[in-house]
């Protein structure tokens, strides 16, 4: 479970309440919610507020001005929170909820808080409920991200079978380096030199977050070791790092020499690793003409536009992030299902809230569900991001059908599970067959949800 602390000031109870409708145990599964209202009597108040703040893994901040004027607030729970931020212990989250004069707390404002456009919770008037639902939903993603996480150290720990993949996750997640080669000819060197003063200016005014390897220091250190011992410290460093540049002047350059023994290691390496990624750099464009196509295969940057060499790390490092996405769910506490709805036909809620209620018995489901008027790529964005898709079928608008039927054949190709609920009168009518939709389970009338939906389920957890 994931522990949620609540900071407020007791002049804004009736927000606590508000918020805490929304924030229930039912509707957060897997955070245990606290807040002082649940101090015991008789208990030593200031020591269990200081408790909770430490066990915490999310601190959720009720922003307003009497919040901010709060002595004990600030010299307590405010400087607790930040200080184990600091220390990656506790996420911690505000809510704007009244507007008030943040200029003097810049170490609020630094942080990503919710309501996202940052519009204060007591100004929305009805529109409000769907903030709340909102801040709900991603509170359970960031619990669901640090089960994970916590899950991920827990295989590494115990050595599990899954300890491997987890080991894979948490290195590439740490991984900002880039191997460099370092040429045999002098030309090739002068080439390196030319492109590391490039990377300093970066990392100096641009705050470039990767690390090129090896450093001087450990070139120094490479050259005075034996020949055999030498391509045990290079394939460490090549281990260390997700992508490998390959410096080549010539296109007879990876024939022998050290240039061949730093290919043939990051190519041996790129087969084994979970992400790993090679690229060439031709600074003469005229070299590529004379290389064999295998090499040609690897993403090659011709010539000395490094701007190019630095969008290739970045369009590497965005596949890195989604291999260790991927990888992550296997990790996940529960699994995520994403219901279509069209609230303004003919779906009926009481369904919805049925199936809903039957899914969530089981702990390790979280259920997410569109809302009137949420735009196209948003619907397909929580679609992509969770395992299931349910779909109910009525009457409604043909185009609404049409739509979120190209997002689930989208879905069958990325293995997701599809849920359709089916109507047979409404088949009969329309003269419709659903059934050649090939989706993974179809009820077929809502009378028969309560014998085979756990068909459903059990396949969201079937291995892949």
Same mark, same amino acid.
């Given at each position: 479970?994931?522990?949620?602390?609540?900071?407020?000031?007791?002049?804004?109870?009736?927000?606590?309440?508000?918020?805490?409708?929304?924030?229930?145990?039912?509707?957060?599964?897997?955070?245990?919610?606290?807040?002082?209202?649940?101090?015991?009597?008789?208990?030593?108040?200031?020591?269990?507020?200081? @408790?909770?703040?430490?066990?915490?893994?999310?601190?959720?901040?009720?922003?307003?001005?009497?919040?901010? @004027?709060?002595?004990?607030?600030?010299?307590?729970?405010?400087?607790?929170?930040?200080?184990?931020?600091?220390?990656?212990?506790?996420?911690?989250?505000?809510?704007?909820?009244?507007?008030?004069?943040?200029?003097?707390?810049?170490?609020?404002?630094?942080?990503?808080?919710?309501?996202?456009?940052?519009?204060?919770?007591?100004?929305?008037?009805?529109?409000?409920?769907?903030?709340?639902?909102?801040?709900?939903?991603?509170?359970?993603?960031?619990?669901?991200?640090?089960?994970?996480?916590?899950?991920?150290?827990?295989?590494?720990?115990?050595?599990?079978?899954?300890?491997?993949?987890?080991? %894979?996750?948490?290195?590439?997640?740490?991984?900002?380096?880039?191997?460099?080669? #370092?040429? %045999?000819?002098?030309?090739?060197?002068?080439?390196?030199?030319?492109?590391?003063?490039?990377?300093?200016?970066?990392?100096?005014?641009?705050?470039? !977050?990767?690390?090129?390897?090896?450093? #001087?220091?450990?070139?120094?250190?490479? /050259?005075?070791?034996?020949?055999?011992?030498?391509?045990?410290?290079?394939?460490?460093?090549? =281990?260390?790092?997700?992508?490998?540049?390959?410096?080549?002047?010539?296109?007879?350059?990876?024939?022998?020499?050290? %240039?061949?023994?730093?290919?043939?290691? $990051?190519?041996?390496?790129?087969?084994?690793?979970?992400?790993?990624?090679?690229?060439?750099?031709? !600074?003469? !464009?005229?070299?590529?003409?004379?290389?064999?196509?295998?090499?040609?295969?690897?993403?090659?940057?011709?010539?000395?536009?490094?701007?190019?060499?630095?969008?290739?790390?970045?369009?590497?490092?965005? /596949? =890195?992030?989604?291999?260790?996405?991927?990888?992550?769910?296997?990790?996940?506490?529960?699994?995520?299902?994403?219901?279509?709805?069209?609230?303004?036909?003919?779906?009926?809620?009481?369904?919805?809230?049925?199936?809903? @209620?039957?899914?969530?018995?089981?702990?390790?489901?979280?259920?997410?569900?569109?809302?009137?008027?949420?735009?196209?790529?948003?619907?397909?964005?929580?679609?992509?991001?969770?395992?299931?898709?349910?779909?109910?079928?009525?009457?409604?608008? &043909? /185009?609404?059908?049409?739509?979120?039927?190209?997002?689930?054949?989208?879905?069958?190709?990325?293995?997701?599970?599809?849920?359709?609920?089916?109507? &047979?009168? #409404?088949?009969? =009518?329309?003269?419709?067959?659903?059934?050649?939709? $090939?989706?993974?389970?179809?009820?077929?009338?809502? %009378?028969?949800?309560?014998?085979?939906?756990?068909?459903?389920?059990?396949?969201?957890?079937? &291995?892949?």
């Amino acid at each position: 479970m994931i522990n949620l602390f609540i900071s407020y000031s007791h002049e804004d109870e009736r927000h606590l309440n508000q918020l805490r409708t929304f924030l229930s145990d039912r509707n957060c599964p897997n955070i245990r919610i606290w807040d002082d209202g649940k101090i015991e009597p008789g208990a030593e108040w200031d020591a269990e507020i200081k @408790n909770r703040l430490d066990e915490a893994h999310i601190v959720l901040l009720l922003i307003t001005q009497t919040f901010l @004027n709060s002595r004990y607030i600030n010299n307590v729970e405010l400087n607790t929170a930040l200080e184990n931020l600091d220390k990656k212990k506790t996420r911690v989250v505000p809510i704007f909820v009244k507007d008030c004069f943040l200029e003097p707390y810049p170490q609020i404002t630094r942080l990503q808080g919710l309501p996202d456009n940052k519009r204060f919770l007591s100004t929305l008037g009805d529109a409000a409920d769907r903030e709340y639902v909102q801040i709900v939903k991603k509170i359970n993603e960031i619990a669901g991200e640090m089960l994970t996480d916590l899950q991920i150290r827990k295989s590494i720990d115990q050595q599990d079978e899954q300890s491997r993949a987890a080991k %894979d996750i948490e290195m590439l997640s740490d991984n900002r380096k880039v191997f460099l080669s #370092i040429p %045999d000819s002098l030309s090739g060197r002068e080439k390196r030199k030319e492109f590391l003063y490039v990377v300093m200016g970066r990392k100096q005014y641009e705050n470039w !977050p990767y690390e090129i390897v090896p450093g #001087i220091k450990d070139w120094e250190a490479i /050259e005075k070791l034996p020949e055999t011992e030498r391509s045990d410290r290079m394939l460490k460093l090549i =281990k260390e790092c997700a992508f490998a540049i390959h410096i080549m002047m010539t296109a007879d350059e990876l024939d022998e020499g050290f %240039d061949l023994l730093q290919y043939n290691l $990051a190519i041996t390496h790129e087969k084994q690793a979970a992400f790993f990624s090679n690229i060439l750099w031709l !600074p003469n !464009p005229l070299v590529s003409q004379e290389l064999d196509e295998k090499l040609l295969m690897h993403p090659t940057v011709l010539g000395n536009n490094f701007e190019t060499i630095f969008r290739i790390i970045e369009d590497k490092n965005a /596949e =890195k992030e989604a291999r260790i996405k991927a990888m992550r769910h296997d990790f996940a506490p529960h699994k995520k299902v994403y219901m279509f709805y069209d609230f303004e036909k003919d779906h009926n809620s009481m369904l919805r809230i049925k199936l809903k @209620n039957m899914m969530e018995t089981d702990k390790r489901i979280l259920i997410n569900f569109s809302i009137p008027g949420i735009p196209f790529e948003k619907d397909r964005a929580e679609a992509q991001e969770s395992e299931g898709i349910c779909l109910y079928y009525g009457q409604s608008n &043909p /185009e609404w059908f049409v739509i979120r039927q190209s997002m689930l054949i989208d879905a069958k190709g990325n293995q997701q599970k599809i849920l359709c609920i089916d109507d &047979p009168d #409404i088949d009969l =009518k329309y003269d419709r067959d659903v059934s050649k939709n $090939a989706f993974n389970h179809i009820i077929k009338g809502k %009378d028969r949800i309560d014998f085979e939906l756990e068909g459903f389920i059990n396949g969201l957890f079937a &291995p892949k």
